[in-house]
């Protein structure tokens, strides 16, 4: 089988979508891009063309639930191959509005799946989440630790990989991969691309940015009695070049898998909360202000991956740490203090 050429990305515009569509236009792929802007703008998309110094080949502004709309798309165009990072993904939101979350999240897979069946396209790469291994204790995890959701949109990316085992399971041709990220985070180093969530998205780094500009007044750090160094919880912190290149690579190895494979995407490194504060001062050479307050319900004290499968597989592993993250992000919040939307112009940007 050859490798794919055409990929069609959901949520392209979106965080971690809009840095692989950069990647994959930067290693020659066709790109195919469908949002429906809820979490993301189209601002983006000259941005991603500007890094990539190539055009998207097309864009679709669509829900991917409007099947009919996404089957056009598929029409139009001969896809090899499908990145899927479209949804919602703010587990506070999802335990308020549950049922939002279970159609945007379960809704839009089983509509994907059913334009791709339509059109003979069976090879897929599915963002899912370490959230799904929930509270698993102390260490690094591997891919075999028991999915403990403990939350709506846990139990949807579990729902989703469920869904994924039983579509691969009756249909042989199909190949699948689901990545569960740990923690994304930092930009592009151009400042063109980074993460730029409505309203307030409840992730530490965007937060930390804002404090660092004086947007925010000071880093709540949520919990300073975690069974961890210094009782701040501990994620594994992974930069969204890495995640980009993962998916890329991934793409290869749809062509040698059959059926589904689940593999961690971490650095195998944990960062306590303060330890992200302090690289982040360091990167943008001031302290920080933060106060410890009570945990945030939900929170888990440490989530680190044990990502030696996909280092053993496909022979990749992260290149860039907590500090290089910090740079980034911290260039981005710079040169857009209010996101895409209010983005100081660089350049030669066009508008
Ligand atoms: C969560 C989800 C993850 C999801 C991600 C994106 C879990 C276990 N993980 O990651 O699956 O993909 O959100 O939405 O549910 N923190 C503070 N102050 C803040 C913000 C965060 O101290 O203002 C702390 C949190 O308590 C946590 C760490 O920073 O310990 C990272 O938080 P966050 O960026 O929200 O990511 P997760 O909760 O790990």
Not at 18 to 42: K, R, T, W
Not at 45 to 63: C, I, K, Q, S
Not at 128 to 142: E, R
């Amino acid at each position: 089988m050859s490798p794919p050429t055409t990929v069609l990305v959901t949520g392209g515009a979106g965080f971690i979508g809009s840095h692989a569509c950069a990647d994959l236009l930067d290693h020659g792929y066709e790109v195919i891009v469908v949002d429906d802007y809820s979490n993301s703008s189209p601002q983006v998309l000259p941005r991603l063309e500007r890094v990539a110094g190539r055009f998207v080949g097309a864009v679709y502004e669509l829900d991917i639930r409007d099947r009919r709309a996404l089957s056009a798309v598929f029409d139009r165009h001969s896809v090899d191959a499908v990145m899927h990072f479209a949804g919602l993904k703010a587990v506070g939101a999802s335990t308020r509005m549950p049922v939002a979350y279970y159609d945007s999240n379960v809704g839009g897979l089983t509509s994907l799946l059913r334009a791709m069946h339509g059109h003979g396209v069976h090879r897929l790469v599915f963002s899912s989440s370490c959230t799904i291994y929930g509270d698993a204790g102390h260490g690094p995890l591997p891919e075999t630790t028991p999915a403990r959701p403990t939350n709506p949109y846990a139990f949807s990316k579990w729902l989703c990989e469920q869904i994924l085992k039983d579509v691969c399971l009756r249909h042989p041709d199909y190949s699948v991969l689901c990545l569960r990220y740990f923690n994304p985070a930092g930009a592009h180093p151009s400042g063109l691309l980074g993460e730029d969530p409505r309203g307030t998205s409840g992730n530490l780094m965007p937060h930390v940015a804002q404090v660092a500009t004086g947007r925010q007044e000071k880093v709540r750090v949520f919990g300073g009695d975690y069974p961890t160094t210094d009782g701040t919880a501990v994620r594994d912190y992974l930069h969204v070049l890495d995640t980009a290149e993962a998916h890329r690579i991934a793409l290869d190895h749809l062509v040698d898998t059959v059926g589904l494979r689940v593999y961690n995407l971490g650095a195998g490194r944990g960062s306590s909360v303060l330890e992200v504060v302090a690289a982040f001062s360091e990167a943008c050479g001031r302290p920080i202000p933060y106060e410890i307050v009570s945990r945030r319900s939900g929170d888990v004290a440490e989530l680190v991956a044990d990502a030696s499968a996909v280092d053993r597989d496909w022979g990749w592993h992260p290149t860039r740490g907590l500090a290089e993250m910090c740079h980034d992000a911290w260039r981005f919040q710079l040169l857009n203090p209010h996101g895409y939307a209010g983005a100081a112009r660089h350049p030669g940007e066009k508008r």
